[in-house]
Nanobody
Framework: QVQVVESGGGSVQSGGSLRLACTVS????????MGWYRQAPGKEREGVSC????????VYVDSVKGRFTISRDNSEGTLYLQMNSLKPEDTAMYYC???????????????????WGQGTQVTVSS
């Protein structure tokens, strides 16, 4: 059974930084696209960033471009989200998602993200 575990959340002041990490067991991490999503109370889950299986393609929602960076270390089996210049509107539960299509070569690195973690809370105060 696939297990997805996020870590690194916390409370920071506006303008601060956090780095989230995600580890996956039960599948070969290096074969699959990965993504970060977030959900604030009363809002729908929103895609933040996704990266292809080999790190060659990455996408970001417009609101985080220039502030967040997604990366992966396939030798360690870890996905990261570096979050800089945090804003109160970034406050949400952040979820990591793992793909189910090995070596997917399409244009969308968010394709078929099927396995989800429990989330890690990010709170940004003003």
């Amino acid at each position: 059974q696939v297990q997805v575990v996020e870590s690194g959340g916390g409370s920071v002041q506006s303008g601060g930084s956090l780095r989230l990490a995600c580890t996956v067991s039960g599948l070969a991490f290096r074969k699959y696209a990965m993504g970060w999503y977030r959900q604030a109370p009363g809002k729908e889950r929103e895609g933040v960033s996704c990266v292809s299986w080999n790190g060659g393609r990455a996408v970001y929602v417009d609101s985080v471009k220039g502030r967040f960076t997604i990366s992966r270390d396939n030798s360690e089996g870890t996905l990261y989200l570096q979050m800089n210049s945090l804003k109160p509107e970034d406050t949400a539960m952040y979820y990591c998602a793992a793909g189910a299509s090995p070596y997917y070569n399409g244009d969308d690195p968010c394709f078929d993200l099927r396995y989800w973690g429990q989330g890690t809370q990010v709170t940004v105060s003003s």
